[in-house]
């Protein structure tokens, strides 16, 4: 089945810098790969997604990267800033329309220092 | 926030005991899925519900059962109480066309079984 391997674990970076947080894959036939943010207590929220048909996707000051061949993808945060601290999870998915389950990374615990 | 409530918050059980958890999906959505997180790790697929019926079950043992209503609602069903199920269990709804990959989770139920 499907394994999604997520690094770093742990992410320290200092407001305005960047951060990037990389997922690998092993199921070639995964199409779907959404980015999900938690913070403490609450529940994952998702803030991006990328289709497999699309190599990068951007929405303000996040994006993410797909590489089918080698299988990894990536979040792209830029100017960080102390609110976007949390646990950044990546996962996979064999979608077709509403079906098919995620499966996720251990998760990027992310601190921006003011 | 979505669309999708999760009830109860937090619930107490001793080991050998039954519990239900009840989600209710966003409005739209048809497809429910089930995952359980524990501590510090991601979320891992339990089972989904599509239309009613279970479609896609995790590596999780029979006790773990489930139903989808006519509504999309859902339950989860766990038998037999163990120490090691423990977790914040999360459902996510999403719904069809070319949205539908997309999954937004409830808040969770904390379940706590000593």
């Known amino acids: 089945g499907e394994n999604v391997e997520q690094h770093p674990s742990t992410l320290s970076v200092q407001e305005g810098d960047s951060a990037v947080i990389k997922c690998t894959y092993s199921?070639?036939?995964?199409?779907?790969f959404p980015w999900y943010k938690q913070e403490l207590g609450k529940r994952p929220q998702l803030i991006i997604d990328?289709?497999?048909?699309?190599g990068e996707k951007k929405d303000q000051r996040i994006a993410v990267t797909l590489n089918k061949t080698a299988k990894h993808f990536s979040l792209h945060i830029t100017e960080t800033q102390p609110e976007d601290s949390a646990v950044y999870f990546c996962?996979?998915?064999?979608?077709?329309?509403?079906?098919?389950?995620?499966?996720f990374g251990k998760g990027t615990k992310l601190s921006v220092k003011p | 926030e979505t669309g999708v409530t999760q009830s109860p918050t937090h619930l107490i059980k001793t080991r050998g005991q039954q519990v239900t958890l009840r989600c209710s999906s966003q409005?739209?959505?048809?497809?429910v899925s089930w995952y359980q997180q524990a501590l510090g790790q991601g979320p891992q697929f339990i089972f989904q519900?599509?239309?009613?019926?279970?479609?896609g079950r995790g590596n999780f043992p029979p006790r773990f059962s489930g139903l989808q209503f006519p509504n999309y609602s859902s339950e989860l069903n766990v038998n037999a109480l163990e120490l090691d199920d423990s977790a914040l269990y999360l459902c996510?709804?999403?719904?069809?066309?070319?949205?539908?990959?997309?999954?937004?989770f409830g808040p969770g139920t904390r379940l706590t079984v000593t």
């Open positions: 996510a709804s999403s719904g069809a066309g070319t949205s539908g990959a997309e999954q937004y």
């Open positions: 199921d070639s036939a995964s199409n779907y």
């Open positions: 990328i289709r497999s048909n699309v």
């Open positions: 996962a996979a998915s064999i979608r077709e329309g509403s079906q098919g389950n995620l499966i």
């Open positions: 409005s739209g959505h048809n497809t």
């Open positions: 519900y599509y239309r009613e019926e279970e479609n």
